[in-house]
């Protein structure tokens, strides 16, 4: 009988080879000396390989872990993804979508298709295909070779939790399951993110924090995502901060988280190194300068045009956003003036009721 071995069953050869005991020492070339040296000379080379391998660990437990075939995996996964991008052909690659490069008529030279240049995160989008603790592995091992970018990181985050995490978010949370799974998967991307200030876009900080308030994820972690947020913040957008409030909230918006950002932005601005931890990445002289702050003034007076609509938003912390924006820094107060009309028009009923009672009185 004859058995072709492939990435999809040489695992499961190889755990019935160990249980059988079918060792060198019983016959010369016997079936673990064949599938070693077929894994080493051919599945381990090659990435797609690898990855099929890896998934195939998890229902293969403890064995897979006993013979080491999830630690060469992993490590055959990291050196391939840390590479120099120029010495990688894009048949390493099964997930990418096809580049605009490929299908441009110019793409060809008298004849001779032109060398497509790799992009550094060439290899983000396959990897998603593993589960949690897999990946988790993977970008450790990432990580520790230290060659790759820190960017190029948190993009393979960032490519994972769109992937594995925020897809089904809303649905989990919104029909009352069990959010523990989600909740540590959260956790677990936070834990990966490289230290790097830029390493990680503003926006997606902001879509990791929304997912913790989601979640009822521990104060700690969503105090560090604040402090992480508070140092870029300046590249946020307005849809970034509308982040939905509680569901035990009459209003339509966190306004309160949005306001410690916004602080904790303003006291890395003003160089509060009593607030700043020993080691970060992104010290407060980083943080601040005259477009970070007119950048900043411009996102709160959008951010206060879109607040201003919610009817169930009190005053008090209207005017507490208002007042965070250094003033020095807004040209003009047009985009003030707006979310204020804004806000009046839409609450033009409280302020008439609070002058009749007044009146009354």
């Keep these: 009988m004859t058995v072709t071995l492939n990435a999809y069953n040489v695992l499961a050869a190889r755990c019935a080879a160990e249980f059988l005991e079918m060792f060198e020492t019983i016959d010369k070339g016997n079936l673990i000396y064949k599938i070693d040296v077929f894994l080493s000379s051919s599945i381990f080379r090659t990435w797609k390989d690898s990855i099929i391998v890896l998934q195939t660990t998890k229902s293969l437990l403890p064995w897979s872990e006993n013979l080491k075939v999830i630690n060469h995996c992993v ?3 990291a050196a391939k993804a840390s590479i120099d991008p120029s010495e990688v052909n894009w048949s390493y690659t099964y997930n990418r979508k096809k580049l605009p490069s490929e299908s441009d008529p110019d793409s060809h030279w008298n004849g001779v298709r032109k060398q497509l240049t790799v992009p550094r995160d060439w290899w983000v ?19 520790a070779k230290g ?6 990181v948190g993009e393979a985050l960032r490519a994972y939790a769109y992937r594995r995490l925020f897809g089904t978010l809303d649905s989990a949370a919104s029909n009352g399951l069990d959010c523990t799974r989600h909740r540590a998967a959260l956790e677990t991307i936070i834990s990966l993110l490289p230290p790097e200030r830029a390493s990680v876009s503003c926006g997606f900080l902001l879509k990791l924090v ?5 979640l009822g994820s521990d104060e700690a972690l969503r105090g560090d995502l604040v402090k992480r947020i508070g140092s870029q913040l300046d590249r946020a957008s307005v849809s970034d901060l509308l982040i939905p409030a509680s569901s035990d909230e009459n209003a339509l918006y966190n306004v309160d988280l949005v306001s410690s950002i916004l602080e904790e932005f303003m006291v890395q601005c003003n160089g509060d190194e009593e607030a700043l931890e020993d080691g970060e990445s992104y010290p407060a002289s980083s943080v601040c300068g005259g477009e970070s702050e007119l950048a900043l ?3 709160v007076d959008g951010y206060l045009a879109e607040i201003a609509k919610d009817p169930n938003l009190p005053l008090q912390k209207f005017i507490a956003i208002t007042e965070m924006a250094p003033l020095a820094a807004r040209p003009t107060h047009d985009g003030l003036y707006r979310a204020i ?3 009046l028009k839409v609450h033009v009923h409280v302020f008439v009721c609070w002058s009749s009672i007044r009146t009354l009185n």
Excluded: N, W
Excluded at 125 to 143: N, R, S
Excluded at 210 to 214: F, I, N, P
């Design 210 to 214: 929304r997912a913790a308030c989601l």
């Design 297 to 299: 003034v411009r996102l």
């Design 341 to 343: 009309d804004m806000y």
């Design 125 to 143: 989008e396959d990897i998603c295909d593993l589960e949690m603790g897999l990946y988790k592995k993977v970008i450790l091992a990432i990580k």
């Design 75 to 77: 490590d055959s996964i």
């Design 147 to 152: 060659r790759t970018a820190g960017e190029v």
